[in-house]
C-alpha cells in the first residue's frame, strides 16, 4: 500500500511539474531537489514495509501462542494454510502435514450431509457450523466452527475458530439414550400393570429392547414344554426364523442350557452357526437368557450391525432389564414399586435434559458474557471487553486484588466455588465448571455460568486458567416461570411474582393474585402456622410446612410448602414454593385403613386358629367324659344312688361341649346345613323366640323389606346369630325402641361404619339385616374389641356370643358393619350375599350295601383317652377291636389283618399321618372298606374333604353310644 501511495505522489509531482513549466513566473525544482525527494519517499517505503512485516510477525506470534484452536483456510478450495499450535495438538498433525491437507479431509460427514451443516448455519444467520473431525489418531470429534471471512498474506482466506463439543455431544446423546431407555421402561411397566396378553407383552418388549440397541430385527423365544427346545413366539423385522431349536444348538440354545448371554461380533465366522447372515441385516447377534424361578424359561435374541453398533456394557445392562421384564411376563407379575421408581428418574432425567437443551440453546444463540484469563501463579486475572460491557468491571479493577473474585460473590455460593478451585489446586480436574451468583458493578446479582480449562506445567502444577462467564439471569428466570411447581414471591407480606403453575393453582390471573396479602392469594387452612413459616424464612435456611390450601372455587389442595430468603428486583424477600401432595395423603390414607383392615383380619384369624385348636383339644376330654360317664351309667341298676350324679356330669359335660361348638362357629367353620332361606322369616323367627325376660315393656319395631331374594345358608346358626345381636341390643338398651330392618343392598364396596368381613366386602347384592337400639353407644376401642371371644362388657356375660355371631356371618361369606358413638346408640348391620341362581340338591346314587358279617373294628385316635372310650362302647355292642394310636400304626395293622376287619373308626386329625392321607393308604389296601369318620368340625367340611360316599359315615366329637350304633346299623356292621 505505501508503495502505491509513492506512485500516486510522483505522479501527482510530475504533472505539477508539466503544468507549470510553461509558467515562467514559478520557479522550476532543481534536480538535486528531486533527487532528495525520491530518496525521502523511498526511505518512507521502507520504514513502512518494515512496519507492515512487524505487525504481521505479531499477528502470526498471537496466532501460533493462542489456546484456541485455529486454522486458516482457502475459500475456494478449503485447503489449509495455516494451523496454530492448539490446532496441531487437537487434531495430531505437524505444521508441515497441515500444509497438505484439505478441510474436508478432516470432516467425516459426507458430502450432503456437509451441505446440509453449512446450510443450517447460514439459515440460522451465524457463522457458527457443526461438524465431526476426525483426529489423526482415527478418534472422531464433534466440533463447532466459527468462520470468519479475513485477508491473510494479502489474499483472501478464512479464519476458522474450532471448539472440541464431543464432551457435551456425548452427554445429550447418552442422555437422550437413558431418556429413550427410560421410556421404554415405562411403556413396559405400564403394559404389565395393564396385565395385557403375553404375547402382546413379549412384542413389546422386544420392540423396545431392539430399538436401545439400534436394530430392526429380533427374536423372542420360549422354552417348549418339554424343556428340550427353544421355540419363537413373536419376531421383528422381515427375517428368517428358525422355530425350533434344541437346546446346546446355535446361540439360543447354548444361553438356554447355560443361562448366561451370548454375544458374537462376526456371527458368519462362528464355528456354531445355525445359518448364514442375510446381507443387510447385521452379523452381530445378542442373546440373553429370560428365567422363571431360577430356571432358563427363554431367550431374547437381536441381530445387529457391528460395524454400527457396539454392544457396551451400559447398552448391555439396558437390554438386560427389558430380558428381566420378559421373565416378569412370563411370571406375570407386577412390579409396582419398580415402576414408581423407573418413571421417577425418567421425570428427573427429562428434567435434566430439558434444563440442559434450554441452557445450551441459550448459550449458543446469545453469548451474554466474557472471557477472563487467570494467572494462577501471580493471582493476577484479566477480562476482556465483553466482559466488561456486560458485568462493567475493566481488567484493573478485576487485578486490583486476589480476593476480589471471591468477594463479588453472592455469600451463599463461595462455598461451593472454593471447594471447586481448591480440587483445581489439588490436580482433581482440568476442568472448571460452576454456577453462582456474581455482584456486577450496578450491585446486582446477576446468576453466571462459569466454564474454565487449566494449564499445566510438566509437574503437573497449575498455571492459568482461561474461561468464560455468560449471564445466565433470563434463563433463570425462564426456568423459574416454567417450573412445574408452584412459585411464589413475597414482599412485606404481600405477593409480588407467581408463575405459571402458582396461577394455576390459585385458579387466578396475575393482575387479580399480585398485590394481594400471601394470607388472602393462598387461602391456608392454618393461617398463623404460615404466616410464622414466612415471617422466619430469613432466618431459617429453608423451613417447610405441610397444610391445607383453598383454590378460587373452594377445592382443598393438600400441599408441602418450604419458604426461603431470596433477592427479588434487589429487595428482600421470601420465595414460596408449594407441592400439591394431595395423592400422596389420599394414598396414605387409603394405605392406613388397608393395614387396619388387614390387621383386623389377621386377628381374627388367628384368634378363629387359637378358638379351633382349643375346641378340637376340648371335644377329646368331653369325648372320654361322656362316654365313660354314660358306659358307668349303664352298668347301674336304675335305683341306684350314683345314676343322679352321673347325669348331672353328663349334662354338665354336654353344656360344656356346646360351648366349644360356639367356639368352633366362631372359625366360621360349623355350619352344618346349607339351604334356601328367606330372611324375614329368620328374623321374625329370632324375635319371637327372644326371652321374654328381655322383651318384658320393650317395644320392637320391624321394618321388613317385601320380595327379598333368597340366601343361602345353616338355618340354626343364622338364627342363633340374629338373636345374638338382638339380645346384646335389649341388654345395652333399659328403655327405647328397637328397630329391625331388612333391605337388599347394592354394594361396590364396604358399607359405612367400622366393617368385620373375611378379607373385603365383594361388589354384589346384599341382604341386610340393622338392628337399632337407643342405648349408651360405643366408643372406637370398645367397636375394635366387641367380636373378641370371650370380651364383654357385661358383668354376668361370657363373651362368646357377638363372637359367635361373627362367625357364622363369615361362614356364609358376608360380612358386619357396626355404627356407634357414646350415648347416641349403636346400629349393628349383617350383611348375606343372595343366592345367584335357584341351587338343586341331587341325591347321588349309592351303591346298596349288604351285612359284612362278623369282624373286628379297627380304632384309630391319636387321644389314648377316646380310644379307650370308644373300645369299651364298641365292646359293649358286642364287637372286637384292634387299638392304633396313630395313622401309621393303623396303616400296619390294617394291612396285616385286613381279612378280619369289618370297619374302621378313624380320627381326621392326627400329628403323625392325618385322617385324610390314612384313608387313602388304608382304600389302597381294600377299597370298599368302611369309616365312620370321626372329628370336631362339622359333616360339611369333612364331605368336601372326602367326598360322599355309601362307605363313610361321620361322627361330630363328642358323640354317645347311640349316635354309634346308628353309624354302624347305616354302614351294616
Not at 446440509?116 to 447460514?122: F, P, T, Y
Not at 431407555?181 to 404389565?192: I, K, Q
Not at 442350557?257 to 452381530?284: K, V
Not at 445387529?304 to 447398552?315: A, D, L, N, W
Request: charge should be negative; hydrophobic fraction near 40%; aromatic fraction near 8%.
Amino acid at each position: 500500500m505505501k508503495l502505491l501511495w509513492l506512485f500516486s505522489t510522483l505522479a501527482e509531482f510530475m504533472n505539477s511539474f508539466s503544468a507549470t513549466s510553461f509558467q515562467p513566473a514559478m520557479e522550476q525544482p532543481t534536480l538535486a531537489e528531486l533527487t532528495q525527494t525520491i530518496a525521502r519517499l523511498e526511505a518512507e517505503l521502507a520504514a513502512t514495509k518494515q512496519a507492515l512485516l512487524a505487525s504481521e510477525q505479531r499477528n502470526l506470534q498471537f496466532f501460533q501462542q493462542t489456546q484456541a484452536i485455529e486454522l486458516i483456510v482457502e475459500p475456494d478450495t478449503w485447503r489449509v494454510l495455516a494451523a496454530n499450535a492448539a490446532a496441531c495438538r487437537f487434531y495430531g498433525y505437524s505444521q508441515a502435514e497441515f500444509s497438505n491437507l484439505n478441510v474436508r479431509d478432516l470432516n467425516v460427514l459426507t458430502s450432503k450431509e456437509h451441505r446440509v451443516a453449512i446450510r443450517n448455519g447460514e439459515l440460522g444467520g451465524s457463522n457458527r457450523y457443526e461438524f465431526r473431525h476426525r483426529l489423526r489418531s482415527g478418534m472422531v470429534c464433534d466440533v463447532e466452527v466459527y468462520i470468519t471471512p479475513f485477508e491473510y498474506q494479502q489474499q483472501p482466506a478464512l479464519f476458522c475458530l474450532i471448539h472440541d463439543v464431543t464432551a457435551h455431544k456425548q452427554t445429550i446423546r447418552q442422555m437422550q439414550r437413558q431418556n429413550a431407555y427410560l421410556g421404554s421402561l415405562h411403556d413396559v411397566t405400564l403394559a404389565l400393570i395393564d396385565q395385557a396378553a403375553l404375547p402382546d407383552l413379549l412384542e413389546i418388549i422386544l420392540w423396545k429392547a431392539t430399538d436401545l440397541v439400534g436394530s430392526e430385527y429380533g427374536v423372542m423365544y420360549i422354552r417348549s414344554a418339554d424343556g428340550q427346545a427353544m421355540e419363537s413366539v413373536v419376531s421383528r423385522g422381515a427375517i428368517n426364523v428358525i422355530q425350533h431349536i434344541e437346546l446346546g444348538q446355535g446361540a439360543v440354545g447354548t444361553v438356554g442350557l447355560s443361562g448366561q448371554p451370548l454375544i458374537i461380533d462376526d456371527y458368519s465366522a462362528w464355528s456354531e452357526r445355525l445359518f448364514t447372515p442375510q446381507d443387510g441385516f447385521g452379523n452381530g447377534l445378542l442373546v440373553l437368557p429370560l428365567f422363571r424361578e431360577q430356571t432358563v424359561a427363554g431367550a431374547l435374541a437381536i441381530i445387529y450391525e457391528p460395524s454400527q453398533i457396539q454392544i457396551s456394557i451400559t447398552m448391555l445392562e439396558m437390554v438386560q432389564q427389558f430380558a428381566r421384564f420378559a421373565s416378569l411376563a412370563l411370571e406375570k407379575h407386577m412390579l409396582y414399586t419398580a415402576a414408581q421408581t423407573e418413571l421417577a428418574e425418567r421425570r428427573r432425567v427429562e428434567q435434566q435434559l430439558r434444563s440442559l437443551n434450554e441452557r445450551f440453546e441459550l448459550a449458543q444463540t446469545v453469548l451474554n458474557g466474557g472471557i477472563y484469563d487467570w494467572d494462577m501463579i501471580q493471582q493476577t486475572t484479566v477480562v476482556n471487553r465483553s466482559f466488561t460491557t456486560v458485568f462493567g468491571y475493566t481488567s484493573e479493577e478485576v487485578a486490583s486484588s486476589p480476593t476480589w473474585w471471591e468477594e463479588h460473590l453472592h455469600p451463599d455460593d463461595r462455598e461451593l466455588f472454593i471447594q471447586r478451585t481448591a480440587d483445581i489446586f489439588a490436580g482433581h480436574s482440568d476442568v472448571f465448571s460452576a454456577e453462582y451468583r456474581f455482584l456486577d458493578q450496578h450491585q446486582h446479582y446477576r446468576f453466571v455460568q462459569d466454564r474454565g480449562h487449566v494449564l499445566r506445567d510438566p509437574d503437573g502444577q497449575a498455571l492459568r486458567m482461561v474461561g468464560t462467564l455468560i449471564d445466565i439471569s433470563e434463563e433463570y428466570r425462564h426456568i423459574v416461570e416454567m417450573l412445574p411447581l408452584p412459585l411464589f414471591v413475597v414482599q412485606d407480606d404481600r405477593i409480588v411474582y407467581a408463575n405459571q403453575a402458582g396461577l394455576a393453582l390459585t385458579q387466578t390471573t396475575s393482575s387479580e393474585l399480585l398485590s394481594q396479602s400471601v394470607l388472602s392469594g393462598l387461602r391456608p387452612q392454618d393461617p398463623d402456622d404460615f404466616y410464622v413459616l414466612i415471617r422466619h424464612a430469613s432466618t431459617m435456611p429453608t423451613s417447610f410446612i405441610e397444610t391445607t390450601f383453598l383454590r378460587r372455587d373452594g377445592t382443598p389442595i393438600y400441599g408441602e410448602c418450604s419458604t426461603s430468603a431470596i433477592l427479588f428486583e434487589h429487595r428482600n424477600s421470601v420465595q414460596v414454593i408449594i407441592r400439591d401432595i394431595s395423592e400422596r395423603k389420599q394414598a396414605e390414607q387409603k394405605r392406613l385403613e388397608i393395614e387396619q383392615h388387614f390387621s383386623e383380619t389377621q386377628k381374627l384369624e388367628s384368634l378363629g386358629v387359637f378358638a379351633g385348636g382349643i375346641a378340637h383339644d376340648f371335644n377329646n376330654v368331653f369325648m372320654s367324659i361322656l362316654g365313660n360317664t354314660h358306659l358307668a351309667m349303664l352298668e347301674l341298676p336304675e335305683q341306684a344312688n350314683l345314676r343322679p350324679l352321673l347325669a348331672e356330669i353328663e349334662q354338665s359335660a354336654k353344656r360344656a361341649a356346646q360351648i366349644t361348638k360356639q367356639m368352633v362357629a366362631y372359625t366360621g367353620q360349623n355350619l352344618d346345613v346349607r339351604r334356601s332361606l328367606m330372611i324375614n322369616e329368620l328374623v321374625q323367627t329370632s324375635i319371637r323366640l327372644l326371652p321374654s325376660s328381655l322383651t318384658q315393656q320393650r317395644h320392637i319395631q320391624s321394618n321388613l323389606a317385601d320380595n327379598l331374594p333368597l340366601i343361602e345358608g345353616d338355618q340354626q346358626h343364622l338364627r342363633q346369630a340374629i338373636s345374638n345381636v338382638l339380645i346384646n341390643a335389649l341388654e345395652a338398651s333399659s328403655s327405647g325402641t328397637l328397630t329391625v330392618t331388612t333391605s337388599l343392598r347394592d354394594l361396590q364396596g364396604a358399607p359405612e361404619g367400622h366393617t368385620y368381613t373375611t378379607g373385603t366386602f365383594l361388589p354384589a347384592q346384599y341382604i341386610a339385616i340393622e338392628i337399632s337400639d337407643q342405648g349408651l353407644g360405643m366408643d372406637h376401642a370398645t367397636i375394635s374389641r366387641m367380636f373378641d371371644p370371650f370380651f364383654t362388657t357385661k358383668f354376668t356375660g361370657r363373651g362368646l356370643g357377638l363372637a359367635v355371631t361373627l362367625g357364622i356371618v363369615r361362614g356364609h361369606r358376608g360380612g358386619i358393619a357396626v355404627k356407634s358413638r357414646p350415648q347416641q346408640g349403636t346400629t349393628i348391620g349383617i350383611y348375606l350375599p343372595i343366592m345367584t341362581a335357584v341351587q338343586t340338591e341331587l341325591a347321588s346314587e349309592q351303591p346298596a350295601l349288604v351285612d359284612s358279617g362278623p369282624g373286628k373294628i379297627l380304632v384309630i385316635d391319636d387321644e389314648p383317652d377316646v380310644r379307650i372310650v370308644i373300645d369299651r362302647i364298641l365292646r359293649r355292642l358286642g364287637y372286637e377291636t384292634l387299638l392304633a394310636e396313630g395313622g401309621n400304626r393303623g396303616i400296619s395293622l390294617f394291612r396285616d389283618h385286613h381279612q378280619e376287619i369289618a370297619g374302621v373308626f378313624l380320627d381326621l386329625t392326627m400329628p403323625d399321618l392325618d385322617g385324610q392321607s390314612t384313608l387313602e393308604v388304608l382304600k389302597q389296601i381294600q377299597p370298599e372298606i368302611r369309616v365312620v369318620i370321626m372329628s370336631g368340625y362339622n359333616e360339611q367340611q369333612v364331605s368336601q374333604q372326602f367326598g360322599t360316599t355309601g362307605t363313610t359315615q361321620f361322627l361330630a366329637k363328642p358323640f354317645m353310644i347311640e349316635e354309634i350304633r346308628d353309624k354302624l346299623t347305616a354302614l351294616r356292621l
